[in-house]
């Protein structure tokens, strides 16, 4: 098709993710080097002759790395074969020491799956086309510019090996956000599968394929024809790192294309880079075609027999499934059942809390008091996982009616996240715990006493007057009673 014909018609965009995954292990994929960077580390130490590609070193496959592949295939509804094998790619390129990555190539360990997502009102099947195993090159950082203006470029190759899985969609996507929510759901379910570390820099990298078709052969259920599909001229955008980033990246591209077309230009078959802090895509180079790399068998790894992994290694409740057995167990709503199976963590909290106590009580708990306030913080579950039992303690003392529901949510939570003491200490310190029936008649005795006037009106029928003498009590014990207790105590010495 030409850009002639092309620029007459209205368009649809049609996008294809390859998403890096960096895959939670103690060591790289070939070799003993640990994968966790520690801080302020000397660039090229985490290293050795397997990872530096040196003359002879000889790859040695991680299990680990296997076996979270295999969860990942799991967990994406994808075949996983009898046999699969190593390839080398072949090029050149600064950050990879041996002039070409081993990756997977025919045989992948994983094929043809498929990830639900929901997009506003809509489910939507996004097709996986494949999904391999492969080592990450190492890292290249520009000084004095981007990529495309730096004055020079530093090598490190502490990252060089560290275990990939490269997920690599069908054209399903219509929509940036589309492919936003998709990443969204695609890092929750790694995130459950414990394969993945969401907060690493880094952990997920995506390339964007984006294409333009007219918009009258996208059919309703928006399927697009192969040969359409294969004809017209795509991008791929690198260098995304983050759901938002490939969300604007993407909404840049649709309007270049887009108006490249329109102006009667053909899109060039290029690799682009996304520039996040100018938030513009930048032609890097035509893209390479497969034949440009020469895959070929990567003869120092003997082929891997995978047939009875799948079997062997299970994986947790996913998050679809765990959200609709919490509505059903736990009798929760929609929205709260989908804030509490966001992420494993809460969804763990969450049960944890909800087998002791009521779950509604833990619902409320967690769902909207402690996510509620963390969020305020700019703070993720994670970042208190460690203080889980103080939470649950608190949730605790709510629920043995040791302290007020007010306190608990307005001083002790918050002063839990802000000073990171227990709800004990805050407790003792603000004096909180719940006053019991005999100190409550103190201070009512001390209200009618202090309130003469107050007192009169009550007696001569003037509804405010009681709220009046509920409130005094209330400011004495410091919030710490019950109004419904304090009103029956007044009431009772009222009207005696
Ligand atoms: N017309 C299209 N528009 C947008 N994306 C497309 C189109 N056709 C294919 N794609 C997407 O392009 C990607 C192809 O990735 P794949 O890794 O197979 O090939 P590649 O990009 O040529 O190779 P690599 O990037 O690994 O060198 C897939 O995500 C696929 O969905
Ligand atoms: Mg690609
Ligand atoms: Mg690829």
Redo the contacts with the bound molecule.
Sequence with gaps: MTAQALEQRELA??????VHVQLETDTKIFCGCSTTAVDDEEPNTRTCPVCLGLPGALPVLNEGAVEAAVKIGKALNADIPEETTFHR?NYYYPDLPKNFQI?QYDAPICQDGHLAVDIQDRRRVINI??AHLEEDPGSLQHKGGSIDTADYTLVNYNRAGTPLM?I?????FRSPKEVRNFLAKLEEVLDYLGVFDSTRDGSLRI?????M?PSDEVSDDGS?AVE???????T?VKNISSHKGAEKALAYEVTRQKNAIQRGRAIEQE?RHWDESRGITVSMRS????KD?RYFREADLPALQVSDWKQKIPIPELPDARRDRFSEEYGLDEESASKLTSTKEVADFYEDVAEEYDPDLAATWVADNLLGELNYRDMEITDVSDRLDEFKRLVALVADDEITTKNAEEIVLRRMLDDGVDPETVIDEEGLGKADDDAIGGFVDEAIEENPDAVDDYHSGEGGALNFLVGQVMQKSKGSADPGTVNQLLRERLDD
Excluded at 13 to 18: A, D, K
Excluded at 228 to 234: H, M, P, S, V, Y
Excluded at 287 to 290: C, I, L, P
């Design positions: 965009s049609v996008i294809g993710l390859e790619k990756t086309r494949r490269e690599v969609t069908e054209p399903d390339d964007a394929n984006i294409s078709v697009i359409t599909l294969e004809e017209a001229n795509r791929e690799t893209k390479e075609e497969e790399y």
